[in-house]
Structures are given as structure tokens and as C-alpha cells.
């Protein structure tokens, strides 16, 4: 081999590499896809006071984002920190601006989705006041933690590994807002916290879950088929949720009614039973005008019009009371919130709740 044909070939080899790098660079370098992360606080962003031994809020949205070095290789992700609160604090005066926030956050086209981080005891009630009020069909998924981020085995980094690869994942979108905990996704209307502590905590009863993340993807089952989505009020009315006890005498419903409360949730037994006491105080506060939403204490099942005893469900639709079917009290309550503003006639409630 000559010289001259050496070189020529050492020439075509050059240009094959360059070639090859031309191909393979772009990829490597190309730009991820972007997910916002929305910071609220809870167990997810505390850590052990020195002083007190006690898990406080601690941690930026940042702080949490650096815990978890594989997000860089899933998405570029922008924290925004809304607050840093536990999740105790959060309620009517902060949700109108979180919507507002996420609400601006996906109207970026080159956002994906956005995840919520949040502490767990109010998660599901925030979760169902985002997807009744988010006009996006962008994901939205609200992740929190059961062990703070000074313990040696927190769970907060997975569930904000796996909420940022749902958001990205074929079928996200279109899904409603979730809460996605231990690898499992759930609707938000249907979920609930069920134990004090256990990483297996958020669960949706009957209806079951969407589907979970796995290691090497992310699996949708189902959709929620009883979503629906709402204006967001001016203003947040005030909805006061009153339970039922054995002995229990109506006062706290009168006191509700008579101090200014809009409407009130009775968090009643079986599907939807009373005592008598409660039902005078149920059907004055009606008569006074102030609406009266009777949700199940029980974990499944609806709260149904059924029996007829004197407080039994069937007295108290006959009282004008609106049953809240198979929402939570608490969800009752936000659905309540957000619907007040515009109608307070128990049958265009009761369709809402019918939904």
C-alpha cells in the first residue's frame, strides 16, 4: 500500500468518525424534557432539629432536587417555591394560589407536567382541590413522605424519581391530577391516607388504583371516569365539617349555622345515619338556608338515602340534605368550597356530587 493510498484511507476513516460524531453528539447533548417541580413543605422537605430531635421543615425544593442525582439524567426540572409548610397549614387561604401558580406553570409549552411536593396529611384533600379546579390536561402528580429526610430511609427521593418519570411516561397525559406514593398512582378524587406511618399509605379503596411505576417503566391501568372540573371562585366560603358521635346532640351543627358557616358537612355512620338530635339540628340548619352535605365515615361505600328512622339517611334527603355519595368528608367539604360560590340549591349540589 502506497503512501498516498494510506493517507486517503486514513481520510475516509476521519470523515467516518466525524460522521459517526455528527450522528451521536445531538443525542447525547440534546436537551431533556422539562418538568416543574412546585415546593409546598411536609415530611418531604424536614429534617431532625438538633435541638428538639423532632423532624421541622428544613429543605428548599432545591435541597430536594439535589438529593436525587438521577433526576438530571430524566428531565431538566425547575423548582418553584410556593411555600414550606406542614401540610396542616395548607387549606382554603393557600389552594386559590397554588392553582394559580401550577395553572401558569403548565401554560408553558415546553413544561411537561408538574410535580407537587406536599406533606402527607392534607395531600389527597390538596390533590382533589388541584384537579377539580386546573383547567390543564398537562400531569400533575403530588408526592410526599412518611419519613422525614434525615432518616436513613427516606422514601421521599423514590416518589420524586417516580413522580417525574409518570409525568413523562406514554398515557400521563390526560390522567388528572394523582398521587403517586410507594410506586403507586392514584386519582384524586379517590384516594385517601390510611395509616399514620407506613409507606403503603395512600390508597383508593373500591375504585382501585390507575397503575404504578416500575423500575423499567410506568404502567397505566384505568383512568378515573368521575372527574370534573370547575371555576375557580373569587372566594373561598366558609364550609364547616361537623361529625356524628354516639350521645351526640346537634349543638356543634346549630353553633355552625348560626356563626356564619355557608354550609356545613355532617361526617355521619353507615351510609349516611344520624340521631335524632342531629337530625333537628340538621333540618333547622336547612331551614335557615344554610345547605347540609351528609358524607360516610366509612373507609368504602356510599353514603345513600336509605332508612327511615327519625336521622336515618332517608329522613334527612326529605329534610333537604344532600348526600355526598362516595366522597370523604373532607373531599365533601372541598367540593363544597368550590361549588357554594355559584349555586346553593341542594338539587344542583346534589348533581355536582352525582357526578
Given amino acids: 500500500m502506497t503512501f ?27 436537551e ?18 438538633p435541638a428538639t430531635q423532632a423532624p421541622v421543615p428544613a429543605l428548599s425544593g432545591e435541597d430536594l432536587v ?9 428531565a431538566n426540572v425547575a423548582v418553584t417555591e410556593f411555600s414550606n409548610v406542614p401540610s396542616d397549614y395548607m387549606g382554603p387561604d393557600r389552594w386559590p394560589d397554588l392553582v394559580r401558580r401550577v395553572e401558569s406553570i403548565l401554560a408553558d409549552p415546553e ?11 392534607t395531600l389527597d384533600q390538596t390533590a382533589y382541590f388541584l384537579d377539580l379546579t386546573l383547567k390543564s390536561e398537562k400531569p400533575v402528580v403530588l408526592v410526599g413522605a412518611q419519613r422525614n429526610a434525615s432518616d436513613h430511609d427516606a422514601d421521599g427521593p423514590r416518589n420524586l424519581l417516580n413522580a417525574v418519570r409518570q409525568i413523562l411516561a406514554d398515557g400521563a397525559h390526560g390522567m388528572g391530577v394523582t398521587v403517586t406514593l410507594n410506586h403507586r398512582i392514584n386519582a384524586a378524587r379517590e384516594v385517601r391516607k390510611t395509616h399514620t406511618s407506613n409507606v403503603e399509605t395512600f390508597d383508593s379503596g373500591d375504585a382501585g388504583i390507575l397503575g404504578y411505576v416500575d ?21 373561598m366560603p366558609r364550609v364547616d365539617l361537623v361529625p356524628m358521635y354516639a350521645g351526640a346532640d346537634g349543638s356543634q351543627v346549630r353553633r355552625a349555622a348560626e356563626s356564619g358557616a355557608e354550609a ?15 337530625h333537628d339540628a340538621i333540618k333547622a340548619a336547612i ?23 327519625k336521622g336515618g339517611g332517608s ?8 348526600f355526598a355519595g362516595d366522597l370523604t368528608p373532607d373531599k365533601a367539604r372541598i367540593l363544597a368550597l368550590i361549588a357554594l360560590p355559584t349555586s346553593k340549591d341542594a338539587a344542583a349540589l346534589q348533581a355536582l356530587f352525582d357526578r
Avoid: C
Avoid at 4 to 30: C, S
Avoid at 66 to 74: I, Q, R, T
Avoid at 287 to 309: C, M, N, Q, S, W
Fill in 4 to 30: 498516498e493510498t494510506t493517507r486517503r484511507q486514513v481520510r475516509r476513516n476521519a470523515f467516518a468518525l466525524a460522521g459517526l460524531a455528527a450522528l451521536t453528539l445531538p443525542v447525547a447533548a440534546a
Fill in 287 to 309: 331551614e335557615r338556608g344554610v345547605p347540609v352535605i351528609v358524607a360516610t365515615k366509612v373507609y368504602d361505600g356510599r353514603a345513600l338515602p336509605v332508612y327511615g328512622f
Fill in 66 to 74: 439535589a438529593a436525587v442525582p438521577k433526576l438530571k439524567d430524566v
Fill in 215 to 235: 423500575e423499567d417503566r410506568v404502567v397505566f391501568s384505568r383512568k378515573s371516569l368521575r372527574r370534573q372540573t370547575l371555576p375557580l371562585p373569587e372566594r
Fill in 111 to 121: 413544561i411537561r407536567g408538574a410535580v407537587v411536593l406536599h406533606g402527607t396529611d
Fill in 264 to 278: 356545613i358537612v355532617v361526617e355521619a355512620y353507615g351510609w349516611g345515619n344520624v340521631n335524632a338530635p342531629m
Fill in 32 to 49: 431533556l424534557p422539562k418538568v416543574a417541580i412546585v415546593a409546598t413543605g411536609g415530611t418531604i422537605a424536614m429534617k431532625l432539629d
Fill in 315 to 322: 329522613t334527612l334527603r326529605k329534610a333537604g340534605a344532600v
